[in-house]
Antibody, heavy 118, light 111 residues
């Protein structure tokens, strides 16, 4: 069965970077893109962008452009999201999700809580 | 890119129907047939309920249906059940420059 398993919770200081992993199984990794979505406490879902697991092409939300980097390791069927220059407003649960089609995120990771605090 | 606009809350009694709207612009909801709906229970990851405006993934009950008119998409939940109580988010493709955008979210309460 399709599974996306994310790395554990992180606590970071303002100005630091965080890298979240998203390990996948149960399907051919290179066929689907991986999207990243975050949700601040009590807030709405916020789309961050996607990476093509096949060719590594990326698309970043304008809000995060320049501060976020998506990568993937085909041999490990794993995608990564790195967010730099962290500030308190980046405290959120970060999700990875598999795209079945346009805007159709059919399988999600369990979420990774990133807390930014001095 | 602004979020798509949803009502903050909606409610209905068991067995009734509830409809949630998702209003965007001609650059997102109105411009593409790529609107999805997600259900999210507290502390859980979102679940895809509708994609491409009207399509249901396998395993999603046919009580859930989607539609679109102009710049507004809608999700209807018929025959409300207690387990339908959750937050619901719409999402739309907004073109190659913007990417995807989510709605503001609607909390559905089963009375």
């Amino acid at each position: 069965q399709v599974q996306l398993v994310q790395s554990g919770a992180e606590v970071k200081k303002p100005g630091a970077s965080v890298k979240v992993s998203c390990g996948t199984s149960g399907y051919i990794f290179t066929i689907h893109s991986i999207h990243w979505v975050r949700q601040a406490p009590g807030q709405r879902l916020e789309w961050m962008g996607w990476i093509s697991a096949g060719n590594g092409n990326t698309k970043y939300s304008q809000k995060f452009q320049g501060r976020v980097t998506f990568t993937r390791d085909k041999s490990a069927s794993t995608a990564y999201m790195e967010l730099s220059s962290l500030r308190s407003e980046d405290t959120a649960v970060y999700y990875c999700a598999r795209a079945a089609g346009m805007v159709a995120l059919d399988f999600w990771g369990q979420g990774t809580l990133v807390t930014v605090s001095s | 890119q602004s979020a798509l606009t949803q009502p903050p809350s909606a409610s209905g009694s068991p067995g009734q129907s509830v409809t949630i709207s998702c209003t965007g612009t001609s650059s997102d909801v109105g411009g593409y047939n790529y609107v999805s709906w997600y259900q999210q229970h507290p502390g859980k990851a979102p679940k895809l309920m509708i994609y491409e405006v009207t399509e249901r993934p396998s395993g999603v009950p046919d009580r859930f249906s989607g539609s679109k008119s102009g710049n507004t998409a809608s999700l209807t939940v018929s025959g409300l059940q207690a387990e339908d109580e959750a937050d619901y988010y719409c999402s739309s493709y907004a073109g190659s420059n913007i990417g995807d955008v989510f709605g503001t979210g609607t909390k559905v309460t089963v009375l």
